[in-house]
């Protein structure tokens, strides 16, 4: 593939524990094959086999416009770092990691075109695209490159995010702000339904006019005021008929959606954002075992925010369940 904005991940990037070769031994970093997609394309999954692709999206532009505090270009490095010393628990299926758009300088749109060129590469290939953000841009690039692949099926669009993300595009343009009012507007000019369901809403950090253009545009959300116990199955209920309505399911996190005290490295923080705790893990798993994932990203880690790497290592936790539920789970 020709791609501008494309980098190679250095062999470095994987790195940690190392308990032995044995297969019952070995971490993540032991089992990734890293491939340059400017030389060859990803290698062939082997029959009655699954793969995974993970794609950096290293890009601070989207939050820079957007007003917010900037270093979410150094995500992807920090979480596959904390990735690397997961144990593997599944068995021969393909793990690799494709590489990182870099968004260099203003080149925003640049790299969101790049980004929606190599996920689209990356599902022609077979493997399912774990994207790691980078700001919440990402969702633009990325859902763009599903539904070109996917064609005329329903996309539906999963968001934990504390922020609807429904922004019209202001003076200096996109932003990480505005990726789901493109989308809608695509889908608007394509004639195709918008579905779109923000699950952790806060009150506090969006104005009315996004609660407005929410309604307008048909967008499902759920407070973050509702992820109590008492409300397990209505939550779950609702993220299923969601998946209902549709045929594909694209799966973003936008850390902030977490209480701070969770995630701190994040550019907009909630001290009353969700708890990762059970409850949330239950609607997670929900979305991974629907049989229908189509991509999955994590947006706006920045690392230069963080406490004792404990957002990159929350981020890396739903990594761990992204993989181990497409590998082991996927359709229950
Ligand atoms: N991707 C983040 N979006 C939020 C940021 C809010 C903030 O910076 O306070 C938004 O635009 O609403
Ligand atoms: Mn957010
Ligand atoms: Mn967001």
Same mark, same amino acid.
Request: charged content about 25%; cysteine-free.
């Given at each position: 593939m020709t791609l501008v904005c494309y980098q190679p991940t250095s062999p470095g990037a994987w790195q940690g524990r190392n308990d032995g070769n044995d297969p019952d031994l070995q971490r993540w970093h032991q089992r990734v094959q890293l491939a340059d997609l400017s030389r060859a394309p990803l290698p062939p999954i082997p029959e009655g086999q699954k793969g995974i692709a993970f794609l950096g999206f290293a890009c601070d532009e989207g939050v820079r416009r957007n007003g917010g505090r900037i270093g979410a270009a150094a995500g992807p490095e920090a979480l596959r770092k904390a990735c690397s010393s997961f144990p593997v628990h599944f068995g021969g299926q393909l793990l690799v990691d494709a590489g990182n758009i870099v968004c260099d300088g203003p080149q925003l749109e640049m790299a969101q075109d790049a980004l929606s060129a190599t996920v689209a590469h990356i599902l022609q290939a077979g493997y399912l695209p774990v994207v790691l953000g980078g700001? /919440?841009?990402v969702a633009f690039g990325h859902e763009r490159g599903i539904s070109s692949h996917f064609g005329k099926e329903v996309v539906g669009i999963i968001n934990f995010d504390a /922020?609807?993300? &429904?922004r019209e595009p202001g003076g200096e343009g996109v932003s990480s702000g505005t990726g789901f009012w493109q989308i809608a507007q695509e889908r608007k000019q394509e004639g195709q339904p918008f579905h779109y369901l923000v699950l952790g809403i806060q009150q506090n950090s969006n104005t009315p006019r996004l609660f407005k253009t929410a309604a307008e545009l048909g967008a499902d959300f759920l407070p973050a005021g509702l992820f109590q116990q008492k409300y397990h199955d209505q939550l779950v209920g609702a993220i299923r008929s969601f998946i209902q309505r549709t045929d594909r399911i694209y799966l973003t996190t936008c &850390?902030?959606?977490?209480a701070s005290a969770y995630a701190p490295g994040v550019s907009a923080t909630a001290y009353n954002g969700l708890v990762p705790d059970a409850l949330f893990l239950d609607c997670f798993r929900t979305v991974l075992r629907t049989g229908k994932l189509a991509g999955v990203d994590f947006a706006e880690l920045n690392p230069s925010l963080d406490i004792d790497n404990r957002t990159a290592k929350l981020a890396a936790s739903l990594v761990f369940e992204t993989v181990m539920n497409y590998f082991l789970r996927q359709g229950d």
């Open positions: 700001g /919440h841009e /922020h609807f993300d &429904l &850390l902030d959606v977490f």
